[in-house]
C-alpha cells in the first residue's frame, strides 16, 4: 500500500528562546527536523509533505528538496495542519502518515511497525502511543472496559481521573487516507481555537470504526521538543544512539559521553576515538585510526592506520598511514598523500603533500603541490597572497626547505633542490640547487654529496 508522511513543523515553538525557527535547532549538526524527515524517507516511497508556518522560508530553505512544503498560514492546531497537506495528497496514497517535526528519535522502525499495523488494520486510524510515569504533558489515550481505544484526551480537557491515565498519546498516527481527508472536516473547533488531530479517534469511534493502538518499544523515542533543556536530552540520546552503533560495528569510544559523532560520518573498524572528538558532516575515517584527544574533522575523508592528535581537519583528505599533530590544522583542499607526517602548530590549506613528505614544526602551506619525500622545515611560510591573489607553489620531489624559509609564490623549486635557513626565496630554483640569504640567490650548484 502506498504511504505518504506528513510532518506537522508549523508551530512557532517561543518556549526555545531562539531566534532560529524550533525545528532547525541542531542536533549533531542537522536540524532536528532532518531527523523526522531521514526517518520518515525510511519507510515511505515519496519525499514527505512538510507542513510550514512560523518561518516557512527558512524551514524549505533548510531542508531544500529533501522533502515537498505546504504552508499553514494560521496555525490553527494539529487537525488543522494536516488538512494543508490535502490539496498534494487527495487521491495520491492509501495511507497517510502523521508525525511531528519536533519529535527527532522516532526510530524508522517504529513507523514502519505502525504502517504495518495500519495496512492489516480494517479501522481508518492506528496510533502510536507510550506507557510512562511522567506524562509530561502529553494527551491521554481514553480506553473502554475492553481495552478498546475510545478518545484522546489532551491534559487541559482531562478529568483528573483521566490525568491518572499513563498510555500516552506520541503525535505518531497512521491514517487510511480515503477516510481522513473528509474526517478532518468534522473536526470541531474547540474553546482553545484549535482543531485537534487529536479528535479523529472520537470521530472514528463514534462512527462505529475501530482505532488500534501500537505501542512504542523504547520510551526515548517519544522525547518531544519545546525547550532547551529537551533539545539537550533528545541531543544526548541521538549521540548515544549513535556511538552505540559504531561501537557494535568494532570501533573503540573510550568516553562515549564526549564523543560526537554525527549522522554522515562512517568510522571503520579498530579505529580508536579518544576523549573529545568531533566527527562532523560527511567524513569517513578508515580502519585502525586513532582520532583524538580534542579533535575536530570536519566533512574529510581519512584512509587507514592515521593518528589524528588534537587537531582539526575540515574539508581535508588524508590517505593511508598519515599522522597529524598535536596541534595541526588542515583546512579546506589540504590532500596528504601516504605517510606523511605533519607535526605541531602546522596549517595546510588547498595543498597536495606528495607520499613521505614531513613537516614537523609551525610551518604553513597554501596552494602548494609537493612532490614525495620532501622534507619541509621548522617555520617555512609559502607567501601564497600578495594582498591581491593567491598564487601557486610547486615543490619538486626530494626538496629539502630549510627552517624559517618563506617561499614567495608564484614560485618552483626544483627536484632535488635545498633551501637554506632563513632563505628568502622570490626566483624559481633550478633542480638539484642550493639557494641562501635574502633574497636568496644561487650560490652553486649541488654536488651529490650535499643532498
Ligand atoms: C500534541 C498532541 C498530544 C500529544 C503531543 C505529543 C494534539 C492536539 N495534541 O500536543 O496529544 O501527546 O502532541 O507531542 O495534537 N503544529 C502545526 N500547526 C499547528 C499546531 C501544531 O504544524 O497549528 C505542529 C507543531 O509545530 C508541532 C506539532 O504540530 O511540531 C505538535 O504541536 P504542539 O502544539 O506541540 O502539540 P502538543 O500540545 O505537544
Ligand atoms: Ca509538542
Redesign the pocket.
Known sequence: MKTISV???????TRMRSSLP??LNPILGQPMLWYAVEASRAVTQDSPVV????NADSVREALGDYAQFVL?E????????VQ?AESVLRDKTDLVLVS????PLVRPETLSRLVESQQTHNGPVSVLTAMAENP?????IVRDSDGGVLA????VHATPEQLEIRE????VFCFSSDWLWDALGRIELNIKG??????LVEIAVSDEMSVQAIKVDDNSE?I?I?TQVHLAEASAMMQKRINEKWMLNGVTIQDPHSTFIEPGATIGRDTCIAPNSHLRGETHIGEACIIGPNSIIQDSRMGDRCEVLSSVVEYAVMEDDVDIGPFAHLRKGAHLAAGVHMGNFGEVKNSYLGPGTKMGHFSYLGDTTTGSDVNIGAGTITCNYDGVNKHPTEIGDDVFVGSDTMLVAPLKLGKGSRTGAGAVVTKNVKDETLVVGMPARAIRKLKKQDS
Do not use: C, P, S
Not at 7 to 13: E, K, P, S, T
Not at 74 to 81: D, I, K, R, S, V
Not at 152 to 155: N, P, R
Not at 168 to 171: A, E, F, P, Q, W
Open positions: 510532518i506537522l513543523a508549523a508551530g512557532q515553538g524550533k525545528v507542513v510550514v508556518g512560523h499553514q494560521e496555525q490553527l492546531g494539529t487537525g488543522h495542519a494543508q511531528y517535526g519536533d519529535m509530561r504533558g502529553f494527551g491521554r484522546i484526551v489532551e491534559e500516552l498519546n506520541t503525535g484549535e482543531y485537534f488531530l487529536t479528535d517519544m518531544g519545546n
